[in-house]
């Protein structure tokens, strides 16, 4: 229940919850200087701005569950932050100040590894890569992996349902979650840690807590799904004319191979071209000019053939059959994570080179080809100067197509001139092509008004009330997924 009056000033409500918490938790759970406080203001992409007068950082559920409580008895939204790594504005808090930002960072235990079950419970601010890193130590690992892995926390990663580049084998975070913890908006706490293979209570709350951005509640732990550990791993590159000359040769590959293969991302060179140009080190995999390059990681594990004989014999069909034209595979893993770098480099050399509109989406796989091609050349014609490509996870449906400004424009003017629309068309044509506008980053602040231009009126009405009766006063990191005007108005 708000405990607020007409005149109750937003700055005093967050003045008075400022002062509750840390009588409840203690200094170590109030930040309010404004230079600790700057760098979590900011988006990773740089495009959104917010201001926040404190961060509150508790370290056990009990003290997040604390803050929810009193942040609704004083009326302040709250906006929950990991690794602060969301390529929508997902995490940054309202320009308007009326936020406190709620950070999960401190939460930052692995509570348990089971080895023989295949289970993690991590909570929500565990970084991805220690987890990765604890989960070897066990002889398991964690099949998920970005390019933010160094800086990503388990808790965003489930609040956004994140893929990254093994989706092809494992899914997106959605189906690597067993269990979940957290502190709903009444500041009551959800107990869903145990990984119940059935369960039949009515409503799946875990699930429908994945990927809702924290703005049904506040993800505090979450319970794991390993995998054996990999015993020989091999990553090559493969020189194609086409994206359907990918595709058939992933088949082709899948056929041969089962699920051994864990990654198949499809690089035009465009984007490799920049990688080459912006990021310091980088070479090209393979000599000549290609069209477009895949980088393969074929896996085996205890007793399977070694992969990179097993990998060879698959690029060596694909070349016979005429589906691609080069391939090189890694002589050790140094030569492997430098290949690997010039995929995970791609955003950055964009960022390098100029203004880019980037669209995270989806659609059925098998139209993923021509719809990358047909797309790009629609935008191209449409705004004359720029640049349209597609990159990514082809095998799951899932590329990152991009529109890159022309040399020497104005960022902000381009962008509202020109980008914004050509972002329109993009999703428009994703729409017609039965996709998805967002297949793993999420709504946050960015795809907002384009979720409700494009969704059915079903789709948005559940939505709504989903968020309405979890969360009637609207505090749960506001602005986000749904926009304000259609959120429960907060007090």
């Given at each position: 229940m708000t405990n607020t009056t007409p005149a109750d000033t937003m700055p005093a409500r967050q003045a008075r919850l400022i002062d509750a918490v840390r009588a409840a938790l203690g200094d170590k759970a109030?930040?309010?200087?404004?230079?600790?406080?700057?760098?979590?203001?900011?988006?990773?992409?740089?495009?959104?701005?917010?201001a926040s007068v404190a961060i509150l950082s508790p370290d056990t559920t009990e003290g997040v569950?604390?803050?929810?409580?009193?942040?609704?008895?004083?009326?302040?939204?709250?906006?929950?932050?990991?690794?602060?790594?969301?390529?929508?504005?997902g995490a940054t808090p309202p320009a308007d100040g009326s936020a406190v930002i709620l950070s999960l960072r401190r939460m930052n235990r692995i509570r348990a590894i089971d080895p023989a079950a295949k289970l993690a419970v991590a909570e929500a601010g565990v970084i991805l890569q220690t987890l990765h890193e604890a989960a070897e130590a066990s002889g398991l690992r964690f099949p998920l992996t970005l390019g933010a892995r160094g800086s990503a926390t388990i808790g965003g990663l489930a609040s956004t349902n994140a893929g990254g580049t093994q989706v092809l084998r494992f899914g997106t975070m959605r189906a690597l979650v067993a269990g979940i913890e957290a502190v709903l908006p009444d500041?009551?706490?959800?107990?869903?840690?145990?990984?119940?293979?059935?369960?039949?209570?009515?409503?799946?709350?875990?699930?429908?807590?994945?990927?809702?951005?924290?703005?049904?509640?506040?993800?505090?732990?979450?319970?794991?799904r390993l995998v054996p550990a990999v015993h020989d791993r091999a990553t090559g590159w493969l020189a194609v004319e086409s994206p359907s000359d990918a595709l058939q040769a992933l088949r082709a590959m899948e056929a041969r191979s089962g699920n051994a293969i864990e990654s198949f991302e499809l690089v035009p060179k465009i984007a490799m071209d920049l990688v080459l140009k912006h990021i310091p080190g980088t070479r090209p995999p393979l000599a000549g000019a290609h069209p477009w390059l895949v980088l393969v990681d074929y896996v085996a594990l205890l007793g399977e053939t070694p992969a990179q004989a097993a990998l060879e014999e698959l690029l060596q069909g694909v070349l016979a059959a005429g589906l691609a034209q080069d391939a090189v595979i890694a002589a050790n893993a140094a030569q492997a994570e430098a290949f690997w770098r010039l995929r995970d480099s791609i955003s950055e050399a964009e960022r390098a080179e100029g203004p880019t509109m980037a669209h995270d989406i989806s659609v059925p796989v098998d139209t993923m080809p021509t719809f990358m091609l047909d797309a790009a050349a629609k935008v191209e014609?449409?705004?004359?100067?720029?640049?349209?490509?597609?990159?990514?996870?082809?095998?799951?449906?899932?590329?990152?197509?991009?529109?890159?400004?022309?040399?020497?424009?104005?960022?902000?003017?381009?962008?509202?001139?020109?980008?914004?629309?050509?972002?329109?068309?993009?999703?428009?044509?994703?729409?017609?092509?039965?996709?998805?506008?967002?297949?793993?980053?999420?709504?946050?602040?960015?795809?907002?008004?384009?979720?409700?231009?494009?969704?059915?009126?079903?789709?948005?009405?559940?939505?709504?009330?989903?968020?309405?009766?979890?969360?009637?006063?609207?505090?749960?990191?506001?602005?986000?997924?749904?926009?304000?005007?259609?959120?429960?108005?907060?007090?």
């Open positions: 109030v930040v309010t200087d404004p230079q600790d406080i700057a760098p979590w203001l900011e988006d990773w992409r740089g495009r959104y701005h917010g569950a604390t803050v929810v409580r009193l942040a609704g008895e004083c009326g302040v939204p709250l906006v929950p932050q990991g690794g602060n790594t969301s390529m929508v504005g500041g009551s706490v959800y107990d869903g840690l145990a990984a119940l293979k059935k369960d039949n209570r009515g409503y799946d709350l875990t699930q429908l807590l994945v990927g809702a951005e924290g703005t049904l509640g506040i993800i505090t732990a979450v319970t794991l014609a449409a705004f004359p100067g720029v640049h349209a490509s597609a990159f990514g996870h082809l095998g799951d449906g899932n590329v990152h197509f991009h529109v890159n400004a022309p040399a020497g424009v104005d960022a902000a003017r381009w962008r509202a001139e020109v980008g914004e629309p050509a972002s329109h068309m993009v999703y428009d044509l994703v729409v017609a092509a039965g996709g998805s506008i967002s297949a793993e980053h999420g709504i946050g602040q960015m795809k907002q008004a384009e979720l409700a231009r494009l969704s059915s009126p079903a789709r948005m009405a559940a939505l709504r009330a989903i968020k309405a009766g979890l969360d009637p006063n609207g505090l749960m990191n506001p602005g986000k997924l749904l926009a304000l005007a259609e959120s429960p108005s907060a007090p």
